[in-house]
């Protein structure tokens, strides 16, 4: 059991992966929704935890190098992803995937469902 411990989630290619928001399924007044209702919600929530590489292109370089070249290029560069761990996403409902983890869950969603990030700003604990 000690060798399933050291697991580690990697994210691939422009999917990103969120802890949904849970303060969205009750109301103003501490009621919990049922779930009919939050189904009709088009739009979900939650905080990014991980991000894939980015959209993977070809390395133009790795063409051009010679065959006896002892360190290889990759032969795929990636064009990272505007959205960063930390980031609060707001996202197409439809186009998430819901997972479990050790028993946790998770959405996995690509950046293109994504509608807008909120993100702290770097600068907000500093006062003049």
Known sequence: MEQYSRKQM????DKVLLVPD???ERT???LYL???VKEKEKVQSGYII?????YPIPNPGYLDQESWS???????KYIPLQA????YAIFLRDQAIEIEYESKKYLIVAQSAILMLIRRNM??????
Not at 84 to 87: I, S, W
Request: charged share 35%.
């Open 10 to 13: 990697i994210v691939v290619g």
């Open 22 to 24: 849970t303060e969205k």
């Open 28 to 30: 103003e007044h501490g």
């Open 34 to 36: 049922p779930p009919t």
């Open 50 to 54: 991980k991000v894939g590489p980015g």
């Open 70 to 76: 002892p360190t290889p290029k990759d032969p795929v």
């Open 84 to 87: 960063e761990e930390g980031d």
């Open 123 to 128: 600068m907000e604990g500093l006062e003049k």
